[in-house]
């Protein structure tokens, strides 16, 4: 794509995330279903299926052709990279979301031909906005963002899932304790704004592509190291784990967990 599709593309998908904005705090205010899906830790409300609604009927009107990748099943069966897809979360951190009305993000990334294209990362209740792509730039709250300061483990915050610390998963726990502090924030879309601006050096969990797929963009796009910690390539259709890390804090988190057993 060019800079005018690329502009184009921005400027419409920001315009969706006001309107985000606008129909979770009006859903807010009212009273919300939550329903549980794979154990009752798994939540859903009916804002996680509205807003992917919302996103599915405006992504259908303005790029037809694309495939739709969203966590709520309102999109299609995407069995393959080939051509335009738009990867949806409507809501992450639903557990947040219902429990705090807050540290809640919504995201979407679109891909073509398997690369990144663009990515939007927006804390909603905050309405913090992190977008842009590897040809157009990060910005944040459309100021151009800055790579901070590349700073290790033993200086920096490291981000992790609280069910990998709470079930032990090999290198989690090590991890927690090499790093100044850790922190679980229960939303993969809050913990990439943190390390996307600097105020956590990594972040790694074990996700489904709507998770990681707006993360791994915009820290591509932003210069910051992308990878998983078991040794297979990306799969962007499947889960996986996922770090984004400052190059020296990637360094050490692989050197660690080259050592954990
Ligand atoms: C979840 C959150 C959470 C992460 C889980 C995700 P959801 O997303 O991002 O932080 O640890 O792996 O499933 O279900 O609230 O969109
Ligand atoms: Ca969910
Ligand atoms: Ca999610
Ligand atoms: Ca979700």
């Known amino acids: 794509m060019d800079q005018i599709q690329l502009q184009k593309l921005d400027t419409t998908v920001l315009k969706w995330l006001d309107q985000v904005h606008h129909l979770v705090e009006q859903c807010v205010q009212q009273r ?4 549980t899906k794979s154990s009752h830790r798994d939540l859903v409300t009916n804002v996680d299926r509205e807003v992917e609604q919302y996103y599915v009927q405006h992504i259908r ?16 069966a995407v069995k393959s990279m080939k051509g335009r897809i738009w990867f949806v979360d409507p809501i992450d951190g639903t557990m947040n979301f ?25 804390d909603v209740q905050q309405h913090d906005i992190i ?7 990060v910005f944040h709250n459309g ?8 700073i290790g483990l033993d200086e920096g915050l490291v981000i992790l899932s609280g069910a990998r610390l709470l079930y032990e998963e ?12 850790y922190r679980v924030y229960g939303s993969a879309g809050i913990s990439y704004l943190h390390v996307l601006t600097g105020k956590a050096v990594a972040y790694l969990s074990r996700m489904r592509p709507w998770d990681f797929a707006a993360g791994v963009t915009l820290a591509k796009s932003l210069g910051l190291r992308v990878g998983t910690i078991d040794e297979q390539p990306m799969n962007m259709l499947v889960s996986g784990s996922v770090l984004v890390a400052t190059d020296k804090a990637y360094a ?3 050197a660690l967990l080259q050592k954990k057993s």
């Open 131 to 137: 977008h842009g792509g590897p040809e157009y730039g």
């Open 98 to 122: 219902v429990k705090q009305q807050a540290e809640f993000a919504t995201m979407v990334a679109v891909y073509e031909d398997g690369e990144p294209v663009m990515a939007w990362i927006m």
């Open 61 to 76: 009107n303005f790029d037809p052709e694309a495939k739709i990748l969203g966590e709520e099943g309102f999109g299609d």
């Open 32 to 35: 919300m279903q939550v329903d």
């Open 143 to 150: 100021e151009k963002l800055e790579l901070s300061v590349d």
């Open 252 to 254: 050490d988190i692989m």
């Open 170 to 181: 090999p290198g989690f726990p090590q991890l927690a304790k090499a790093a100044i502090g």
